[in-house]
């Protein structure tokens, strides 16, 4: 028996307005998952436990079946043991947004943030912003006093990692929950350390926003990498293998550092797409082809296939895009993967569903159950329902989405 999980990222919402009250996966034409959902299992699943944060880094660390309520410690540690990325005892990661805030003449803080990502920034303008930023003499001097490196990523995400730091109080908000906003009451609090982050930030925006790079943006007509935004701080976090704690082999693919950085403490293998973007522009056949590759080795038993695009499509305001992403994991990905599965019999079970909420009426994260799918070619259950979040809701309900692992492996597993 092989496993596949599939992850869309964001996938459910809430009714939307301008669908006439459907949801997206409700407007979506997608045959193949609703076939597999109508011949196993369909239900809903809790993956955000409350207080901790609606968001993929609690929710993929309680679908890989690591409780996020005794492992998480903060989204960055994950995304820094992605890099290869080692924290000493006493460091902090954060995460570090490249961010677009508002053209205007205001005060900085009464200025609004209209992307999380500064415009799904590229790898060349990402890496050219780091270096205005570090070549500043404001702003290096106050990296200088807070002991803190920046360690560059292709893409609006960066992780700086500080020394020493004491975030007793601190309090960050994600970015992306709260586009359109002023941003004064939203940034860094609570102690001497969001003092200092808010600092950085103001000094980044000095260095930003009347640099070459955003002259450069704006006459393109892009949105300008103008600001950072510090988040999700965190701790070093250990996780138990997952081949121990499940008897099962796995492997990873994702663009996104979140996903393969849970995969590397967990000791799976981490599998890299050439044009992976984490974006609507990804490379969904050379993630579809990696996947048919991984099961069909035979060193391994467990393959997941994570797709960022239907939560950032969600974050950019991008309607048409959630849906068109949702349809092109389905059509573009697993329609021709079951094609090969089912001319080969190859015995599988998959795990589909998405890991939160992702509302198309705030462009922000949201907890809450979330429907899931389990299929078993060679035990066909049959729930009779296309795949939707009302559906979901009809059928089993797991209270702790740390649970799906063990429902996807069955009884037989066994530790090795």
């Known amino acids: 028996m092989k496993y596949l999980l599939v992850i869309g990222d964001g996938m459910a919402d ?4 301008q669908l006439d009250g459907r949801t997206p996966l409700e407007a979506a034409q997608i045959p193949t998952i609703d076939r597999l959902s109508r011949q196993g299992i369909l239900g809903s699943t809790v993956n955000c436990p409350p207080p901790l944060p609606a968001g993929s880094e609690t929710a993929i660390l309680s679908i890989f079946g690591y409780d996020p309520r005794t492992y998480f410690t903060g989204r960055s540690p994950l995304e820094a043991a992605a890099a290869g990325i080692a924290l000493r005892p006493g460091d902090c990661a954060f995460r570090m947004n490249l961010v677009s805030l508002e053209d205007s003449d205001v005060p900085f803080a009464q200025r609004r943030i209209l992307s999380h990502s500064a415009g799904s920034i590229g790898a060349e303008d990402a890496f050219e912003a780091v270096e205005t930023l570090e070549r500043d003499p404001d702003f290096s001097a106050l990296l200088r006093r807070a002991d803190m490196t920046i360690h560059r990523f292709p893409a609006f995400r960066q992780i700086p990692v500080q020394h020493g730091a004491d975030l007793q109080g601190l309090v960050t908000i994600p970015p992306h929950d ?3 906003e002023v941003i004064g009451p939203l940034l860094p609090s609570g102690c001497a350390e969001g003092e200092l982050l808010k600092e950085l930030m103001e000094a980044a925006f000095r260095a930003l926003d009347h640099s070459a790079l ?5 006459s393109e007509g892009k949105l300008p990498a103008n600001g950072v935004w ?6 070093a976090i250990a996780l138990p293998s997952f081949a121990e704690k499940y008897g099962r082999r796995g492997a990873v693919i994702s663009a996104v550092p979140l996903c393969q950085g849970i995969a590397a403490l967990g000791g799976m293998e981490v599998s890299l797409v050439d044009g992976a973007t984490g974006e609507i522009d990804t490379n969904y056949e050379g993630k579809r082809d990696r996947a048919l590759e991984l ?3 035979s060193d391994l038993d467990f393959v997941c296939l994570h797709l960022e695009a239907p939560d950032e499509c969600t974050h950019n305001g991008d309607l048409p895009g959630k849906i068109q992403s949702v349809e092109w994991l389905d059509s573009r990905i697993l ?5 090969v599965l089912d001319e080969e019999r190859m015995p599988v079970r998959i795990l589909l569903l998405s890991d939160h909420k992702t ?14 799918l389990l299929y078993d070619s060679t035990a066909p259950r049959g729930s009779g329902l296309p795949y939707t979040e009302t559906n979901g809701l009809k059928g089993p309900f797991v209270e702790n989405g740390a ?14």
Request: no cysteine; proline share 9%; charged share 25%.
């Open 214 to 218: 955003n002259a450069r943006r704006r």
């Open 178 to 180: 709260h586009l359109g």
């Open 335 to 339: 329609a021709p993967m079951m094609r």
């Open 14 to 17: 809430e009714p939307v307005t």
């Open 230 to 235: 510090f988040w999700a701080q965190g701790t």
């Open 295 to 297: 099961l069909h080795r």
């Open 403 to 416: 649970d799906l692992m063990r429902m996807l492996f069955g009884p037989e597993a066994k530790k090795r």
């Open 359 to 372: 509302l198309t009426s705030t462009r922000g994260h949201a907890g809450g159950p979330v429907p899931f």
